[in-house]
T-cell receptor, first 115, second 107 residues
Framework: NAGVMQNPRHLVRRRGQEARLRCSPM?????VYWYRQLPEEGLKFMVY????????ESGMPKERFSAEFPKEGPSILRIQQVVRGDSAAYFC?????????????FGPGTRLTVL | RKEVEQDPGPFNVPEGATVAFNCTYS??????FFWYRQDCRKEPKLLMS???SGNEDGRFTAQLNRASQYISLLIRDSKLSDSATYLC????????FGTGTKLQVIP
């Protein structure tokens, strides 16, 4: 059972370009979460999605950021017109659909560098 | 007030020592609690869930105190390989993480 997959692992963009980060949850998991982590800082919640639904996007910046989790395929975090301040590690986590503790399992992250 | 607060440390302890971290949370309706370990430039890995009755896994013991709204992690007989940042998390509708406590075990 493969773990949470994220790609690319490293992404370099110039200011103004678009960044697309992909996350494939663990098999059987239908809940996906995106977090951002700046160097020497904690994980900041961005968005919580289930298949085809955004459940909580309270941590998403109002502009330039969007996320989706289509019926088929990975979850995508999209950052338009990137700026230097977007440079960070972006982690995706998934959890199973059943009730309970809902432990989250993390992917290896995508390290975005904006030049 | 932050939803989850941790002492950032660092905690520098000798090998073999016992070390304890606390983590306070602000939402009394929080339903689930977790400890994660994060190594430098890696993803967080689930260490253990925290149950009301407390739970133990080898050298690690986690406890929950709902009255005072904190969770704790005790590490006995510290190993060099325990050096990492320890993140606590609570879940109420969504999971919120603390900023982590850095542990350095010294030979």
């Amino acid at each position: 059972n493969a773990g949470v997959m994220q790609n690319p692992r490293h992404l370099v963009r110039r200011r103004g370009q678009e960044a697309r980060l992909r996350c494939s949850p663990m098999k059987g998991h239908s809940h996906v979460y995106w977090y951002r982590q700046l160097p020497e800082e904690g994980l900041k919640f961005m968005v919580y999605l289930q298949k085809e639904n955004i459940i909580d996007e309270s941590g998403m910046p109002k502009e330039r950021f969007s996320a989706e989790f289509p019926k088929e395929g990975p979850s995508i975090l999209r950052i338009q017109q990137v700026v230097r301040g977007d440079s960070a590690a972006y982690f995706c986590a998934s959890s199973p659909p059943q009730r309970g503790n809902n432990e989250q399992f993390f992917g290896p992250g995508t390290r975005l560098t904006v030049l | 007030r932050k939803e989850v607060e941790q002492d950032p440390g660092p905690f520098n302890v000798p090998e073999g020592a016992t070390v304890a971290f606390n983590c306070t949370y602000s939402n009394s309706a929080s339903q689930s609690f977790f400890w994660y370990r994060q190594d430098c430039r890696k993803e967080p890995k689930l260490l253990m869930s925290v149950y009301s009755s407390g739970n133990e896994d080898g050298r690690f013991t986690a406890q929950l105190n709902r009255a005072s709204q904190y969770i704790s992690l005790l590490i006995r007989d510290s190993k060099l390989s325990d050096s990492a940042t320890y993140l606590c998390a609570q879940r109420h509708q969504k999971v919120t993480f603390g900023t982590g406590t850095k542990l350095q075990v010294i030979p």
